[in-house]
């Protein structure tokens, strides 16, 4: 499977981003992690595959929301309210195989999108 992120970019705190992820094959669930420098990759959100169920990590529930349309085979990640901490590298990735909030559970990733967000 192929992923490929876009929608990154600069933005100011308390500004909006969407964050894109289309895949060659939507039969799998999609997740979202970050990494900012010298840290772990770390959990961000989840979507199942009929995108009836979606999870988040506290530290963004209730600013960001994630979405799919899977007539389009693309994953969304809507961002509000964006903050200095959520500076980071975005991944999308599918075929979970454990946890959805285990980066090591994921099989498959995108190459990834900075996301900078000025004080």
């Known amino acids: 499977v192929i992923l490929t992120e876009s929608g990154g970019g600069l933005v100011q705190a308390g500004g909006s981003l969407r964050l894109s992820c289309r895949a060659s094959e939507n039969n799998y669930a999609m997740g979202w992690f970050r990494q900012a420098p010298g840290k772990e990759r770390e959990f961000v959100a989840a979507?199942?595959?009929?995108?009836?169920?979606?999870y988040y990590s506290d530290s963004v529930k209730g600013r960001f929301t994630v979405s799919r349309d899977n007539v389009k085979n693309t994953a969304y990640l809507q961002m509000s309210v964006l903050k200095a901490e959520d500076t980071a590298v975005y991944y999308c990735a599918t075929y979970p195989t454990g946890r959805y909030i285990d980066a090591g559970a994921w099989l498959y990733w995108g190459p990834g999108t900075q996301v900078t967000v000025s004080s």
């Open positions: 979507i199942t595959q009929s995108g009836a169920y979606t």
